[in-house]
């Protein structure tokens, strides 16, 4: 949990086993006092040794499922962007500009975990990019939460779907 002081930027990006929805462990994002961009946490469907995006095929699937929930003074309904970066929109792409208009779409989450399964064909760019290009299902790099505000999010068991 965020301490109170609001007047310095501070950010949580941790495996945690202090609150899950399934199992023993979960993803804690958090953070607040961002004034730009704010933060993403992207859960990459390859690791790599570098920090260059790789393609994954998910072509098979059509969709990807997740819980989550949020913590925090988030409020009763906290909306946030999540979604899937490809080859076409990741940030180290040779072909957009700018890049990481990814393909998105927004789930409320609150206090309480929730499982989410999000159609692929629910997610969008937003507009900003160059080229906008339908969603390349053999080129995904990974999944993509983009809170706008200060936020506190748990997340488990990403998965795709069929």
Known sequence: MLGSDTT???LVDEPSSHCAARGKWAGHFAARGFTSW??????????????????Y????????SFWAAS?????????????????DTAWNSSGC???TDHYMTKVALTGDWRRFAV?????????TGNPLVAMRRDQLVGFIIW???????????VRFEP
Do not use: L
Not at 38 to 55: D, E, L, M
Not at 71 to 87: H, K
Not at 119 to 127: C, I
Not at 147 to 157: A, G, H, Q, S, Y
């Open 119 to 127: 159609r692929f064909d629910q997610m969008a760019q937003g507009g």
């Open 57 to 64: 095929d998910g072509s098979g699937y059509g969709g990807i």
């Open 147 to 157: 809170p706008t505000k200060d936020f506190d999010i748990w997340i488990d068991d």
């Open 38 to 55: 704010g933060a993403n946490w992207t859960a990459v469907f390859r690791a790599t040794p570098t920090t260059s995006a790789v393609a």
């Open 8 to 10: 310095s930027v501070a």
């Open 71 to 87: 913590a925090g003074d988030n409020g009763p309904a906290f909306e946030v962007p999540v979604g899937i970066s490809t080859m």
């Open 97 to 99: 500009s700018p890049c």
